[in-house]
């Protein structure tokens, strides 16, 4: 049944070439559907059309950097002109650096907003133009459950994520009378190269293929939001309803241990 969902259509997911995205394509990869996948690093891609030549799938790639409008237009045009229509996509690359302070580093503040919230609004923009004459379509937006707080040392991550979700929320309001469905997908912690980097200690740390799982049938049911793992999701919960100065105390426990950490690795 779920399986059969995803037979015969064309999905895009941005930020394949590691982590929840190769792996959602990985898992995606049996359905006879046809993939779109996008990131920054060719050989990366290349060695994924590979792995995917057998399955039962067609692929495509491209390279592009989603934080360059012109790029994503471009790209956009040619996946167009490759599939046709494109009934999912998962708009998933996303950044996050590592900080002492959310203020030392504008740049990466930048950076961060230009690929994890303006990397997906330019493919939305595109994909909108199609979407609403069509009345179909579906974008699923990769936030995070990041974006409940302001976590010490990750305030541009946490701000992008943020930004995200409630632009997503937005979208999801307005599009629905045009038959367009908007999810979104907000993991807690998950193994793959963004969190190999992180040295504090990630709660509910949750295997890649298991989050894929989730993300997948997710999807198919055309959930809303797609949120896990559920004890991290009633931790945050709690956390968002917490006074600010409870909070501060708790950040200050935590960023202590992390600045510990972080220096101890330099
Ligand atoms: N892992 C977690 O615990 C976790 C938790 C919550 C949310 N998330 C979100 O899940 C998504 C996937 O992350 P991940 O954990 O799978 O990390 P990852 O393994 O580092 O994957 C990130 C992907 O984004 C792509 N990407 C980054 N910058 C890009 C750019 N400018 N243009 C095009 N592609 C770009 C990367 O490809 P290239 O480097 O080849 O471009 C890579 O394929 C992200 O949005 C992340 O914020 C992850």
């Not at 599939?83 to 708009?91: E, P």
């Not at 002492?100 to 580093?105: A, F, R, T, V």
């Given at each position: 049944m779920i399986n059969s969902y995803y037979g015969n259509k064309t999905i895009l997911i941005t930020?394949?070439?590691?982590g929840i995205g190769r792996e959602l394509a990985l898992r995606l990869s049996g359905n006879n559907c046809t993939l779109l996948l996008l990131g920054r690093r060719e050989e990366r891609l290349n060695e994924l059309s590979k792995a995917l030549a057998a399955r039962n799938c067609r692929v495509f790639t491209y390279k592009c950097d989603v934080s360059v409008k012109r790029e994503v237009e471009a790209v956009y045009t040619q996946m167009k002109r490759d599939?046709?229509?494109?009934?999912?996509?998962?708009?998933n690359a996303g950044v996050s650096f590592r900080m002492?302070?959310?203020?030392?580093?504008v740049t990466m503040g930048e950076q961060t907003f230009g690929i994890n919230f303006f990397g997906a609004v330019y493919f939305i923009a595109e994909l909108l133009k199609d979407y609403v004459p069509a009345k179909k379509g579906m974008i699923a937006g990769v936030s995070s459950?990041?974006?409940t707080r302001g976590f010490p040392g990750s305030g541009y991550y946490c701000a992008s994520k943020a930004a995200f979700s409630i632009y997503l929320e937005s979208l999801r309001v307005e599009h629905k009378k045009h038959g367009i469905k908007v999810l979104t997908i907000k993991p807690g912690f998950v193994v793959s190269e963004m969190t190999d980097k992180n040295e504090f200690t990630m709660p509910f740390l949750m295997k890649t293929g298991k989050a894929v799982d989730i993300i997948y049938r997710g999807i198919a049911k055309e959930k809303n939001i797609i949120q896990f793992p559920l004890r991290l999701v009633a931790l945050i919960k709690i956390l968002k309803f917490i006074p600010p100065f409870l909070f501060d105390i708790l950040g200050n426990i935590k960023e202590f241990e992390k600045q510990k950490n972080m220096r101890g690795a330099e």
């Open positions: 930020g394949a070439t590691s599939a046709g229509f494109i009934d999912i996509a998962v708009l002492l302070s959310s203020g030392d580093n459950l990041a974006e």
